[in-house]
Structures are given as C-alpha cells and as structure tokens.
C-alpha cells in the first residue's frame, strides 16, 4: 500500500513539473523521430535450437520493439535468439521458440492485437518485455497497472500454470539519442512503471519481474568493455545493439533458470 501511495505521489510531483515542459517535449520529440533511422523488425519470428538433448520445451517472446528485434537484422541475433540459445545450453533441453511483438505498442495494444492471434496453445514458458511504449505516451501508473492486470489474465487463462516471466524495463535515461529533458521525464516516468510492474507481481503465482535496473556502467565493468562510448549499446541511439540484444537475452535466460530449477 505504501508504495503504491509513493508511486502515486512520484507521479503526480513528476507531473505538475512536466506540464510545463510537454511543448519543448512534443517539439524535441519531434526532431529526434525525423533524425534517427526507422528501422525495420527483425526478420524470421520463429526457430528450433537443436541441442541434440532428449527433451524440447516451447518458449514464447511477446513484446514491443526490442522483443520484435528492432536493430538486428533475424531474431536468433536478438533478445529473443540471446533468451533461447542461453536457456537450452542451462537447462539441457531443446528449444522450440516464437516471437509475438509489434514495434510501437503499448500493454493495452499487444492485449487488444497480438494475444488474439497467438497460435500455440501450449507453451512451457513466456517471456514478456513492455515499458517503454507505455512511457513514451504518458500512460498513468494507474492505467498501465490495469493494462498489465489484463495482459496477466489473458495469458493465464490462454495458457494455465505456464510460468510467465516479464524483463526489465527499457533504460531510457540511458538512450543517447534523447535529450536530457526527454530521459528525464520519461526515464522517471519508466521507472514509477516498473515499481508499479513490480507491485503487481510480486505476489502472482508464476508470475515473475527481473527488476535489475540496466546500467550501462555496470554492464561495461562486468563484460569487460569501455564504459565511455554508449553507442556500442545501441543500433540507432534508440533500440539496442546486437551486442546489447546479446548481454539482455543472457541476462534474462540466466534469471528465468533461478526460478524454474
């Protein structure tokens, strides 16, 4: 209740400061739309990693632009080939995957578009990444914590007692492309989401939230490389890099095998 009540504040505070600022928003908003490139999804949604172990699971990636692979050209280069490849060598098993995700949506699009059209009817595992839509259009904490209850319920009853695991949320305040006033407003707002996201999850039964905020420091010191040069991190100061698809998809697969093992 507490922070619910904290995040309400932090948002209201945020708010009133951002009112004043939403026209130097809408205008430099605008201008980084027309400078950075529009880049395609990536290409071929599904695949098998053929471990050559005796058992195959189904996984699921649903999502928005980085889960639809934006910055890589097929999606065993991105998040989700990252996801996949990481959990057969972990678990020993065979993977059998697909992605479900549109560039541009938020919780409340993927619920009303993309979970109507899923397919399977059978999954082990589902992965869901979302946040980053839903900041960029200002959703309330209020509307996105229903637009989430939504998506949890859809998939529940979609597909019962299948573990449903949800990535962490986008590191704006880290996107070189952005403004110092576009990360802060929105990269405050993304973070009161991902308390909210937190909140409703943490007493879910399979329901689960890895809740690392990404660092790009942190990221550099682990893996070894120059923490000085931020565009390696990205494909157009937006989306991620391979590279970056790579360290998020370890990452979250190496989470995912912590709670099912």
């Known amino acids: 209740m507490r922070m619910r009540m904290n995040n309400k504040l932090k948002y209201l505070l945020g708010t009133l400061v951002s009112l004043p600022l939403l026209p130097f928003l809408y205008v430099q908003g605008k201008s980084i739309r027309e400078k950075v490139p529009k880049l395609p999804e990536a290409k071929e949604p599904k695949g098998f990693v053929n471990g050559n172990f005796d058992t195959t699971i189904n ?23 990252a996801v996949v490849n990481t959990l057969s060598t972990e678990l020993k098993k ?24 899923i397919e399977e009817t059978t999954t ?6 979302m946040g980053a839509n839903d900041a960029f259009t200002l959703n309330s904490p209020k509307k996105w914590g229903s637009d989430l209850e939504e ?31 576009i990360k802060f407003v929105i990269g405050n707002l993304v973070e009161i989401l991902g308390e909210r996201l ?14 690392e905020v990404i660092s790009l420091e942190k990221w550099s010191k682990k893996h070894t490389l120059p923490n000085n040069n931020s565009k390696i991190y990205f494909s157009d100061g937006v989306h991620p890099s391979e590279l970056t698809y790579n360290i998020w998809g370890k990452e979250m697969a190496l989470f995912i095998t912590s709670k099912i093992r």
């Not at 039964?205 to 890895?210: E, L, S």
């Open 59 to 81: 996984i699921l990636s649903i999502g928005e632009s980085t889960i639809a692979g934006v910055g890589v050209d097929f999606h065993k280069n991105g998040f989700t080939g």
């Open 94 to 117: 065979n993977v059998n995957w697909r992605v479900y995700a549109k560039s541009g949506y938020t919780v409340a699009k993927i619920c009303e578009k993309i979970i109507p059209k």
């Open 151 to 181: 998506l949890i319920t859809l998939l529940q009853n979609k597909f019962p007692g299948t573990p449903l695991f949800f990535t962490s949320m986008p590191p704006i305040k880290e996107f070189p492309a952005f403004t110092k006033l």
């Open 198 to 211: 937190q909140a409703i999850t943490k007493n879910k039964k399979n329901v689960f939230y890895n809740n």
């Open 124 to 129: 082990d595992i589902i992965v869901v990444g």
